[in-house]
Protein backbone atom coordinates (compact mmCIF):
# COMPACT_ATOMS: atom_id res chain seq x y z
CA UNK A 1 0.00 0.00 0.00
CA UNK A 2 1.29 3.70 -0.96
CA UNK A 3 1.75 6.63 0.95
CA UNK A 4 -1.44 8.18 -1.02
CA UNK A 5 -3.81 5.44 -0.20
CA UNK A 6 -2.84 5.30 3.48
CA UNK A 7 -3.07 9.10 3.74
CA UNK A 8 -6.74 8.29 2.08
CA UNK A 9 -7.89 5.35 4.27
CA UNK A 10 -6.14 8.07 7.83
CA UNK A 11 -8.74 10.59 6.48
CA UNK A 12 -12.03 8.49 6.11
CA UNK A 13 -11.51 6.74 9.19
CA UNK A 14 -10.89 9.85 11.03
CA UNK A 15 -14.73 11.40 9.24
CA UNK A 16 -16.22 8.88 10.32
CA UNK A 17 -14.94 8.42 14.02
CA UNK A 18 -16.14 12.32 14.05
CA UNK A 19 -19.55 11.68 13.33
CA UNK A 20 -19.91 8.36 15.53
CA UNK A 21 -18.82 10.73 17.83
CA UNK A 22 -20.92 13.03 16.92
CA UNK A 23 -23.71 11.54 16.85
CA UNK A 24 -22.99 10.19 20.56
CA UNK A 25 -22.77 13.06 21.70
CA UNK A 26 -26.42 14.17 20.34
CA UNK A 27 -27.43 11.47 22.22
CA UNK A 28 -25.84 11.98 25.68
CA UNK A 29 -26.69 15.40 25.40
CA UNK A 30 -30.21 15.92 27.38
CA UNK A 31 -33.28 18.13 26.05
CA UNK A 32 -33.10 20.94 28.48
CA UNK A 33 -37.44 20.97 29.45
CA UNK A 34 -39.51 18.66 27.42
CA UNK A 35 -43.49 18.18 28.64
CA UNK A 36 -45.98 15.92 27.16
CA UNK A 37 -49.89 15.22 27.90
CA UNK A 38 -52.24 11.96 28.10
CA UNK A 39 -54.43 13.50 24.52
CA UNK A 40 -54.36 16.36 22.54
CA UNK A 41 -58.62 16.45 22.31
CA UNK A 42 -60.02 16.75 25.93
CA UNK A 43 -63.97 17.77 27.10
CA UNK A 44 -64.81 19.87 29.69
CA UNK A 45 -65.31 16.85 32.52
CA UNK A 46 -61.60 15.34 31.88
CA UNK A 47 -58.29 15.34 33.23
CA UNK A 48 -55.09 16.52 31.00
CA UNK A 49 -52.25 14.65 32.74
CA UNK A 50 -48.93 16.17 31.82
CA UNK A 51 -45.75 14.90 32.30
CA UNK A 52 -42.29 16.42 31.91
CA UNK A 53 -38.52 15.93 32.04
CA UNK A 54 -36.43 18.48 33.13
CA UNK A 55 -32.50 17.74 31.03
CA UNK A 56 -29.93 19.67 33.58
CA UNK A 57 -30.79 19.91 37.57
CA UNK A 58 -30.30 22.92 39.45
CA UNK A 59 -30.49 22.74 43.23
CA UNK A 60 -33.73 24.27 44.41
CA UNK A 61 -34.97 25.29 41.14
CA UNK A 62 -38.86 24.80 40.41
CA UNK A 63 -40.77 24.72 36.75
CA UNK A 64 -42.71 26.89 36.18
CA UNK A 65 -46.00 25.76 34.46
CA UNK A 66 -48.54 28.08 33.41
CA UNK A 67 -52.12 27.25 31.28
CA UNK A 68 -53.84 29.87 29.63
CA UNK A 69 -56.63 30.05 27.64
CA UNK A 70 -59.91 32.07 26.83
CA UNK A 71 -60.21 33.77 29.79
CA UNK A 72 -56.61 34.74 30.20
CA UNK A 73 -54.35 32.42 32.88
CA UNK A 74 -56.35 29.53 34.13
CA UNK A 75 -53.60 27.87 36.64
CA UNK A 76 -50.00 28.50 37.32
CA UNK A 77 -48.12 26.34 39.34
CA UNK A 78 -44.65 25.95 40.42
CA UNK A 79 -43.11 22.22 40.93
CA UNK A 80 -40.14 20.82 42.51
CA UNK A 81 -38.58 18.05 40.01
CA UNK A 82 -37.74 14.53 41.55
CA UNK A 83 -34.15 13.63 41.62
CA UNK A 84 -34.31 12.30 38.07
CA UNK A 85 -35.49 15.40 36.91
CA UNK A 86 -39.26 14.26 36.05
CA UNK A 87 -42.37 16.01 36.72
CA UNK A 88 -46.28 16.00 36.80
CA UNK A 89 -49.17 17.55 36.60
CA UNK A 90 -53.38 17.19 36.72
CA UNK A 91 -55.17 19.99 35.15
CA UNK A 92 -59.04 19.26 35.54
CA UNK A 93 -61.00 20.90 32.15
CA UNK A 94 -64.62 20.88 34.47
CA UNK A 95 -62.54 24.22 35.66
CA UNK A 96 -65.10 27.48 35.46
CA UNK A 97 -61.52 29.09 33.82
CA UNK A 98 -62.21 26.51 31.33
CA UNK A 99 -65.70 26.54 30.56
CA UNK A 100 -64.90 27.72 26.89
CA UNK A 101 -64.28 25.59 23.67
CA UNK A 102 -60.83 26.42 22.30
CA UNK A 103 -57.20 26.24 22.65
CA UNK A 104 -55.25 26.12 25.64
CA UNK A 105 -51.67 26.59 25.64
CA UNK A 106 -49.74 24.88 28.57
CA UNK A 107 -46.13 26.22 28.68
CA UNK A 108 -43.09 24.62 31.20
CA UNK A 109 -40.45 27.12 32.13
CA UNK A 110 -37.15 25.95 34.52
CA UNK A 111 -34.68 28.60 35.66
CA UNK A 112 -35.25 31.39 32.83
CA UNK A 113 -37.59 32.25 30.26
CA UNK A 114 -34.74 30.50 27.41
CA UNK A 115 -35.30 26.91 28.86
CA UNK A 116 -39.10 26.37 28.22
CA UNK A 117 -41.32 23.97 26.43
CA UNK A 118 -44.70 24.58 25.28
CA UNK A 119 -47.84 22.13 24.02
CA UNK A 120 -51.26 23.12 22.69
CA UNK A 121 -54.57 20.85 23.53
CA UNK A 122 -58.22 21.41 22.51
CA UNK A 123 -61.24 21.63 24.39
CA UNK A 124 -64.83 20.60 22.66
CA UNK A 125 -68.14 20.26 23.88
CA UNK A 126 -68.55 23.61 25.91
CA UNK A 127 -69.33 27.39 25.44
CA UNK A 128 -68.21 29.35 22.55
CA UNK A 129 -66.32 31.92 23.52
CA UNK A 130 -68.24 35.59 21.97
CA UNK A 131 -65.81 38.62 21.10
CA UNK A 132 -65.24 41.53 23.89
CA UNK A 133 -67.50 44.18 23.44
CA UNK A 134 -64.61 46.67 24.92
CA UNK A 135 -67.42 48.35 26.99
CA UNK A 136 -65.80 47.29 30.39
CA UNK A 137 -62.89 44.68 31.53
CA UNK A 138 -63.43 41.01 30.11
CA UNK A 139 -64.96 38.09 31.60
CA UNK A 140 -62.49 36.87 34.40
CA UNK A 141 -61.11 40.69 35.10
CA UNK A 142 -63.13 41.47 38.65
CA UNK A 143 -62.32 45.50 39.96
CA UNK A 144 -60.93 45.16 43.12
CA UNK A 145 -58.61 47.91 44.75
CA UNK A 146 -57.59 50.63 42.52
CA UNK A 147 -53.67 50.78 42.69
CA UNK A 148 -52.85 53.25 39.95
CA UNK A 149 -51.59 56.11 41.86
CA UNK A 150 -49.59 53.33 44.43
CA UNK A 151 -47.53 52.36 41.47
CA UNK A 152 -44.71 53.93 39.90
CA UNK A 153 -45.02 53.69 35.68
CA UNK A 154 -44.41 55.09 32.33
CA UNK A 155 -46.17 54.86 29.14
CA UNK A 156 -45.83 56.09 25.72
CA UNK A 157 -48.08 55.41 22.69
CA UNK A 158 -50.97 55.04 25.12
CA UNK A 159 -52.76 56.39 28.20
CA UNK A 160 -52.91 53.98 31.72
CA UNK A 161 -56.89 54.01 32.41
CA UNK A 162 -56.08 51.95 35.45
CA UNK A 163 -54.38 49.70 37.45
CA UNK A 164 -56.76 47.29 39.31
CA UNK A 165 -56.05 43.99 41.10
CA UNK A 166 -58.34 41.04 40.09
CA UNK A 167 -58.61 38.26 41.83
CA UNK A 168 -55.98 37.33 44.40
CA UNK A 169 -53.05 36.79 42.62
CA UNK A 170 -52.78 39.24 39.49
CA UNK A 171 -52.86 43.29 38.24
CA UNK A 172 -54.90 44.55 35.05
CA UNK A 173 -53.84 47.56 33.62
CA UNK A 174 -56.50 49.19 31.11
CA UNK A 175 -55.02 51.00 28.40
CA UNK A 176 -56.42 53.72 26.36
CA UNK A 177 -55.75 55.36 22.99
CA UNK A 178 -52.88 53.00 22.56
CA UNK A 179 -50.76 53.12 19.39
CA UNK A 180 -48.30 51.34 17.27
CA UNK A 181 -44.95 51.24 19.23
CA UNK A 182 -46.20 51.81 22.47
CA UNK A 183 -44.40 50.10 25.59
CA UNK A 184 -45.34 50.20 29.33
CA UNK A 185 -42.45 50.42 31.77
CA UNK A 186 -43.78 49.59 35.34
CA UNK A 187 -42.26 49.27 38.82
CA UNK A 188 -43.94 46.46 40.97
CA UNK A 189 -43.65 46.41 44.64
CA UNK A 190 -44.05 43.15 46.82
CA UNK A 191 -45.80 45.33 49.37
CA UNK A 192 -48.73 45.34 46.14
CA UNK A 193 -47.70 41.97 44.01
CA UNK A 194 -45.37 38.81 45.10
CA UNK A 195 -43.89 37.56 42.01
CA UNK A 196 -43.02 33.38 41.58
CA UNK A 197 -40.12 31.59 43.76
CA UNK A 198 -37.60 32.86 40.88
CA UNK A 199 -38.50 35.94 41.25
CA UNK A 200 -40.54 36.53 37.94
CA UNK A 201 -44.10 37.50 36.39
CA UNK A 202 -46.30 36.70 34.01
CA UNK A 203 -47.38 38.86 31.56
CA UNK A 204 -50.19 38.63 29.07
CA UNK A 205 -51.31 41.25 26.56
CA UNK A 206 -54.76 41.57 25.41
CA UNK A 207 -55.45 37.85 27.04
CA UNK A 208 -52.06 36.13 25.19
CA UNK A 209 -49.05 35.58 26.68
CA UNK A 210 -46.63 38.32 25.48
CA UNK A 211 -42.99 37.04 24.68
CA UNK A 212 -41.78 40.49 23.93
CA UNK A 213 -41.91 41.07 27.93
CA UNK A 214 -38.86 41.79 29.64
CA UNK A 215 -37.94 42.14 33.43
CA UNK A 216 -34.99 43.57 35.27
CA UNK A 217 -35.20 43.29 39.25
CA UNK A 218 -38.66 44.14 40.03
CA UNK A 219 -39.51 46.84 36.94
CA UNK A 220 -41.24 45.75 34.03
CA UNK A 221 -41.04 46.98 30.01
CA UNK A 222 -43.92 45.75 28.16
CA UNK A 223 -44.20 46.47 24.64
CA UNK A 224 -47.87 46.37 22.98
CA UNK A 225 -49.43 47.73 20.12
CA UNK A 226 -52.55 49.77 18.44
CA UNK A 227 -54.75 46.67 19.18
CA UNK A 228 -53.90 47.02 22.94
CA UNK A 229 -56.93 47.32 25.77
CA UNK A 230 -55.27 45.67 28.70
CA UNK A 231 -52.35 44.22 29.85
CA UNK A 232 -52.33 41.69 32.86
CA UNK A 233 -49.35 40.82 35.20
CA UNK A 234 -49.76 37.60 37.53
CA UNK A 235 -47.74 36.32 40.60
CA UNK A 236 -48.49 34.98 43.75
CA UNK A 237 -50.58 36.92 45.22
CA UNK A 238 -51.65 40.64 45.96
CA UNK A 239 -52.66 42.43 48.60
CA UNK A 240 -56.39 42.42 48.86
CA UNK A 241 -58.76 45.19 48.45
CA UNK A 242 -58.09 49.13 50.50
CA UNK A 243 -61.60 49.10 51.05
CA UNK A 244 -61.68 45.47 53.05
CA UNK A 245 -58.72 46.30 54.79
CA UNK A 246 -60.13 49.62 55.89
CA UNK A 247 -63.60 48.19 56.82
CA UNK A 248 -61.85 45.57 59.32
CA UNK A 249 -59.47 48.09 61.00
CA UNK A 250 -62.78 50.14 61.79
CA UNK A 251 -64.94 47.77 62.97
CA UNK A 252 -62.20 46.94 65.46
CA UNK A 253 -61.74 50.59 66.49
CA UNK A 254 -65.15 50.98 66.91
CA UNK A 255 -65.32 47.66 68.99
CA UNK A 256 -62.03 49.18 70.90
CA UNK A 257 -63.87 52.67 71.65
CA UNK A 258 -66.98 51.03 72.96
CA UNK A 259 -64.94 48.88 75.31
CA UNK A 260 -62.86 51.38 76.48
CA UNK A 261 -66.14 53.78 76.93
CA UNK A 262 -68.18 51.14 78.78
CA UNK A 263 -65.23 50.52 80.87
CA UNK A 264 -64.47 54.11 82.18
CA UNK A 265 -68.23 54.17 83.08
CA UNK A 266 -68.61 51.15 85.36
CA UNK A 267 -65.13 52.92 86.45
CA UNK A 268 -66.96 56.11 87.51
CA UNK A 269 -70.38 55.08 88.81
CA UNK A 270 -70.34 55.13 92.28
CA UNK A 271 -70.71 51.71 94.62
CA UNK A 272 -73.50 51.66 96.51
Do not use: C, W
Not at 142 to 169: F, P
Not at 188 to 212: A, Q, Y
Amino acid sequence: MNVQSIVLLMAVMAVGSMGAASQAFAADTPIPLQIESNGVNFDHNSTIEINGQVGNMRDGTPVTVIVTGATGVVTIEQITPSSDGSFSLSVNTASPLMKYDGEYKIKATYGDAGINDVIVVTLEGGLVKQAPSHSGHEEGHHEAADLTKQLDYNISGGMVESITATGDDSLLVSIHMAEDDGELTITLSEDIITPFNDGSFFVLVNGEESDDAHQMGNKLMIPFDATTTDIEIVGTHVVPEFGTIAMIVLAVAIVSIIAVSAKSRLSIMPRI
